[in-house]
């Protein structure tokens, strides 16, 4: 039975290396884990750190923004996807 790694030579290919890159971890509102980008993900700060918040939280706390004035959260395109590293 042969596989493309029995065919490979171990010849480096050109180009930057390529990737994706998902991070789990528990969101700062509800405590669920979720899978998202760390570079893309909502987040609030706390004592310096970035914490990240789930869809469900900022489907949940945007109406509470629009009744008191503030500016809805908008998620980035992928917040909750792997991005490419």
């Keep these: 039975m ?3 790694d029995d065919d490979y030579s171990g010849e480096q290919l050109s ?3 390529m990737g994706y890159l998902i991070v789990i971890g528990p969101c700062f509102g509800c405590g ?3 899978a998202f980008s760390a ?3 909502p987040s609030v700060v706390v004592e310096g ?3 990240p918040v789930c869809a469900d939280c900022i489907e949940h706390v945007n109406p509470m923004r629009v ?3 503030l500016p ?3 998620p980035l395109p ?3 996807e792997a991005g490419e590293e």
């Design 72 to 74: 809805l959260f908008t």
């Design 78 to 80: 992928g917040a909750y």
């Design 49 to 51: 750190d970035r914490r």
């Design 39 to 41: 570079q893309r993900v």
């Design 15 to 17: 180009g930057p290396p």
């Design 32 to 34: 669920k884990v979720f």
């Design 2 to 4: 042969s596989t493309d």
């Design 67 to 69: 009744a008191n004035g």
